[in-house]
């Protein structure tokens, strides 16, 4: 039996470029954010990107995808703004994106594929959706880890060079799964430089030629001179009073130091976010050169490829954009740690 893999929620493409990468056919990505098609479709051959919402899918139309007698495997990375931490202190409850889970429960009762893997924060499992998926996948007779530290996947343990913690849920009907173990310790995880420091040199707000994705944003008269006084690791706190931002000067911005920071040559880079690309929303700022972070370099360090491209040739880099693509996808490497995990699973019950 071969594997056929559906990712639902797949945005520019970094959980289905994982699964390929380990060797598992992928047929075909849902997603609603139709400025994902170009990235999906040429960057993961064989996978058509579909703009149909989970909420108008149901099991008949995924078991389209599968040949018979190929193991079924359906995975996906539900949008997680109202689990993750940084939405924290908002009232998040009548959140539309609650319902995706929900959503993506119907369709795995619906569909009874042979493997499930969901990707999300790790916030996500203090949360009743979560509680009702998992008795979803009970119910249907999947087998999945009921530790819930071992469900977090610590990325640098797995070679991405990110400090990035995500609840990674695997599940078969076929047997006991898990993921695979690490594949990097703490003294040789892969950090900034590693990945960053050959990729040629910018000045804030300019773009290279031979990868105008290799773009960085520009930084005001202001932010050049606070990005000049900024040390690695370090945050605003290190700056002289009089480029202190009001705002960080009252008593409850002090507790914001996670702002206007560079990141560390010898460490991985704090978690990618969408808005990765500007100096002032995090740590963010090139270790050495006075810019933010360019638009690949962020992707570079999500582990995406580094000819992956985002847009088509000659089409306007939108940042906000490609900030989104970039900052909500499943690192690839992380992708393709569940796809070797399933394989290592499906060789070990198939050949039983």
Same mark, same amino acid.
């Given at each position: 039996?071969i594997?056929?893999?559906?990712?639902l929620f797949?945005g520019a493409?970094?959980?289905?470029?994982g699964?390929l990468d380990a060797? +598992?056919?992928?047929v075909?990505g849902y997603?609603?954010d139709?400025?994902?098609?170009?990235?999906?479709? =040429?960057?993961?051959p064989?996978a058509?990107?579909i703009?149909t919402s989970v909420?108008?899918?149901?099991?008949e139309t995924?078991a389209?995808?599968?040949?018979?007698?190929h193991?079924r495997?359906l995975v996906g990375c539900?949008?997680c703004?109202?689990?993750?931490?940084?939405?924290?202190?908002?009232?998040?409850?009548?959140?539309?994106?609650?319902?995706?889970?929900?959503?993506?429960a119907?369709l795995?009762r619906?569909?009874?594929?042979?493997?499930v893997?969901?990707?999300?924060?790790?916030e &996500?499992?203090r =949360?009743?959706v979560?509680?009702?998926?998992?008795?979803?996948?009970?119910?249907?007779g999947f087998?999945?880890?009921?530790?819930?530290e $071992?469900? #977090?996947?610590y990325?640098p343990?797995?070679g991405?060079p990110q400090?990035r913690?995500? &609840?990674v849920l #695997?599940a078969?009907?076929?047997?006991?799964?898990? +993921?695979?173990p690490p594949?990097?310790k703490?003294?040789s995880y892969?950090? #900034? $430089?590693? !990945? &960053?420091?050959e990729?040629?040199?910018?000045?804030?707000?300019?773009?290279?030629?031979?990868?105008p994705?290799?773009c960085?944003?520009?930084?005001s008269?202001l932010n050049?001179?606070?990005i000049?006084?900024?040390?690695?690791?370090g945050t605003w706190?290190d700056?002289p009073?009089e &480029?202190i931002a009001?705002?960080?000067?009252?008593?409850?911005g002090k507790t914001?130091?996670? #702002?206007y920071?560079?990141?560390?040559w010898?460490?991985?880079?704090?978690?990618?976010?969408?808005q990765?690309?500007g100096f002032?929303n995090?740590?963010f700022?090139h270790?050495?050169? =006075?810019?933010a972070?360019?638009l690949r370099?962020g992707?570079?360090l999500?582990s995406?490829?580094?000819?992956?491209?985002? !847009?088509?040739p000659?089409?306007?880099?939108?940042?906000?954009t490609i900030?989104r693509m970039v900052?909500n996808a499943?690192?690839v490497r992380?992708?393709e740690?569940?796809?070797?995990s399933?394989?290592? =699973?499906?060789?070990?019950v198939l050949n039983a």
């Amino acid at each position: 039996m071969i594997g056929n893999a559906v990712d639902l929620f797949c945005g520019a493409g970094g959980l289905t470029r994982g699964l390929l990468d380990a060797g +598992i056919s992928v047929v075909a990505g849902y997603d609603t954010d139709i400025a994902c098609r170009h990235a999906y479709e =040429h960057n993961n051959p064989g996978a058509s990107f579909i703009t149909t919402s989970v909420n108008e899918l149901n099991g008949e139309t995924l078991a389209s995808h599968y040949p018979k007698d190929h193991v079924r495997i359906l995975v996906g990375c539900a949008p997680c703004q109202p689990f993750s931490r940084y939405t924290q202190g908002q009232d998040t409850k009548t959140d539309t994106k609650w319902s995706l889970l929900y959503e993506f429960a119907r369709l795995v009762r619906e569909l009874k594929p042979d493997i499930v893997s969901m990707e999300n924060v790790p916030e &996500l499992q203090r =949360h009743s959706v979560f509680a009702n998926f998992l008795a979803t996948l009970a119910d249907v007779g999947f087998h999945f880890d009921q530790d819930e530290e $071992k469900r #977090v996947v610590y990325c640098p343990d797995y070679g991405i060079p990110q400090h990035r913690r995500r &609840l990674v849920l #695997v599940a078969s009907r076929l047997g006991p799964i898990e +993921i695979i173990p690490p594949t990097h310790k703490p003294d040789s995880y892969r950090c #900034v $430089k590693d !990945v &960053l420091s050959e990729l040629p040199p910018l000045a804030a707000g300019e773009t290279f030629a031979v990868d105008p994705l290799h773009c960085s944003s520009r930084l005001s008269p202001l932010n050049l001179r606070r990005i000049r006084r900024s040390k690695p690791g370090g945050t605003w706190r290190d700056w002289p009073k009089e &480029l202190i931002a009001k705002c960080h000067r009252t008593k409850s911005g002090k507790t914001y130091p996670s #702002v206007y920071g560079r990141m560390e040559w010898n460490k991985p880079s704090p978690t990618i976010t969408t808005q990765f690309f500007g100096f002032g929303n995090g740590r963010f700022g090139h270790p050495e050169q =006075h810019r933010a972070i360019s638009l690949r370099e962020g992707a570079i360090l999500q582990s995406f490829p580094r000819n992956y491209e985002f !847009v088509k040739p000659g089409e306007t880099y939108c940042f906000a954009t490609i900030g989104r693509m970039v900052g909500n996808a499943v690192p690839v490497r992380l992708g393709e740690v569940v796809g070797l995990s399933i394989l290592k =699973h499906l060789r070990e019950v198939l050949n039983a």
